[in-house]
Every structure is written in C-alpha cells, then in structure tokens.
C-alpha cells in the first residue's frame, strides 16, 4: 500500500522560511520522481517542481525560482520542500504527489495528506 | 506557459445527471491531459490519465476524450459522492499547469 505522509501545519512570520517532508512507503522510493503542488485556500492547483529522487536532480516553476529548494534522503525515503523569505500570499495547502512517466507524460497517482503553512505576523 | 481553461467554472447537477466538463490548452498538448477530482479538505485524487485512460479503482462512469488542445472529462450518471471539484492538467511542457477548476454542486 503506497502511502505519503507529510509533516504537520506550520505557521511562519513573513521573510521566514519552511521545510515540509514527504515520507514514502509501500514502493521503492527512488523509483518514481516527487512533485510538490500548493494550493492557497479556495483556489486552484499550482505546480511547484519536481525531485528525481534517485539522481537527486530538480525542476522547477520560474515563479518560485530561487526561493524553493527541493530536496531527498533516501535513507529514509523522504522528500523535502523548503520554501525561503515568505510572505502572506504563500499561505497555502502545500502537497507533495508520487509522479508516475507514462507513455503520454507525468500524471500524480498518489499523493500526501497536504501540510497548510501559514504566513502571518 | 501553457494555459489550461476549463468549463463551465460551476455546475448544479442532480445525482442521475450525465456531466461533462470540458478543458482547453493555450497550445497543443497532444494526450498529455490528465483529470483529477478534489473533495473539500482533501488531496486531489487521479481519475483519468494521458486524456482517456482510466486510472484504477475509478469507477467506470468516469471517462475522458480529445486530444490536442480540446479535452473533456465525462461521467455518465452523477453519483452523490461525485460532488466535488475537478481539475485538469497538462504534462506536455514545464510547468505543469492545472486548469482553475469545475465544481460540481447539488442542484
């Protein structure tokens, strides 16, 4: 049974910075990429960047160039989305998802239980 | 970036209903077209993938066509748990975008 499990809700100051997991279990973790997706309330989904999690490479969305770093451990099997010098539009539902290649492209086949970060004075 | 437009932005629909939302790409997208539904305070869940390709354990009245720039995400008769928001999202170019969502509320 694939599970992601992630780390609880965080509340940070504006110009913080925050650092949410993503445990895997079930499957071989270093078999399929990690994706990091947010969602601010009510609104929709946006993409943030991926982890191949075996070579440890990483894409990123420009919009959050320079202030995301995703990262993993595979000793453990978790992956790491760290986001610096927040500010109150980062207020979001932070999630991660198991990205699986198929034969037309990446699709989300399971994801975490999401992590609300919270930007606030 | 590819911009991902879907319609309409909200549906009143009863259960029995045959539904269809439909999503479209600023550019050709080929079949990297997946769909997703979301229910309040919970992850989305995969329901089709590369534009018609049932995802397992998603029932049947479920289903997606197009390919290109025009998609749509079609299921046959609305059951009470299908109440939620859907979203598209094309995997064809970084980034991957989604569509703003369809949700789908009792008539």
């Known amino acids: 049974q694939v599970h992601l499990v992630q780390s609880g809700a965080e509340v940070k100051q504006p110009g913080a910075s925050v650092k949410v997991s993503c445990k895997a279990s079930?499957?071989?973790?270093?078999?399929?990429?990690i994706f990091w997706v947010r969602q601010a309330t009510g609104q929709g989904l946006e993409w943030m960047g991926w982890?191949?999690?075996?070579?440890?490479?990483?894409v990123y969305t420009q919009s959050f160039q320079g202030r995301v770093t995703i990262t993993r451990d595979t000793s453990i099997s978790t992956a790491y989305m760290e986001l610096s010098s927040l500010r109150s539009e980062d207020t979001a539902v932070y999630y991660c998802?198991?990205?699986?290649?198929?034969?037309?492209?990446?699709?989300?086949?399971?994801w975490g239980q999401g992590t609300l970060v919270t930007v606030s004075t | 970036d590819i911009q991902m437009t879907q319609s309409p932005s909200s549906l009143s629909t009863s259960v029995g209903d045959r539904v269809t939302i439909t999503c479209r790409a600023s550019q050709s997208i080929s079949s990297y077209l997946n769909w997703y539904q979301q229910k309040p305070g919970k992850a989305p869940n995969l329901l089709i993938y590369?534009?018609?390709n049932l995802q397992s354990g998603v029932p049947s009245r479920f289903s997606g066509s197009g390919s290109g720039t025009d998609f749509t995400l079609t299921i046959s008769s609305l059951q009470p748990e299908d109440f939620a928001t859907y979203y598209c999202?094309?995997?064809?170019?970084?980034?991957?975008?989604f569509g703003q969502g369809t949700k789908l509320e009792i008539k």
């Open positions: 982890v191949n999690t075996n070579s440890g490479d990483t």
């Open positions: 998802a198991r990205g699986f290649w198929g034969s037309q492209g990446w699709y989300f086949d399971y």
């Open positions: 999202q094309q995997s064809y170019n970084t980034p991957y975008t």
């Open positions: 590369a534009a018609n």
């Open positions: 079930g499957y071989t973790f270093t078999t399929f990429y």
